[in-house]
Nanobody, 115 residues
């Protein structure tokens, strides 16, 4: 069973930054497509950013230019650097590890952007 554990959430003022981390178990981490999703109260979970095993990235329009996804295969970890945060970024952020038809989700980490 692949374990996925997010960390790094918290309370930050508008315009601030946070870096989320997602540690994943398993010896084939480098083959996973990794994604960060967010879910705000009353809304569906949606993709924020994704990085493939080859390092190709994709972002939601709402975070382009502000968020950066990266991965460290030696540490089995994917990161989400979040800059210029806005109140509308407030949500629970989830990490997903995908390999073929298999998806493994973490428990989520809360990000709150408020003054």
């Amino acid at each position: 069973q692949v374990q996925v554990v997010e960390s790094g959430g918290g309370l930050v003022q508008p315009g601030g930054s946070l870096r989320l981390s997602c540690a994943t178990s398993g010896s084939i981490f480098r083959t996973y497509t990794m994604g960060w999703y967010c879910q705000a109260p009353g809304k569906e979970r949606e993709l924020v950013a994704q990085i493939t095993s080859g390092g190709n990235t994709a972002y939601a329009d709402s975070v382009k230019g502000r968020f950066t996804i990266s991965r460290d295969n030696a540490k089995n970890t994917v990161y989400l650097q979040m800059n210029s945060l806005k109140p509308e970024d407030t949500a629970v952020y989830y990490c997903r590890a995908n390999w073929g038809p298999f998806n493994h989700w973490g428990q989520g980490t809360q990000v709150t952007v408020s003054s």
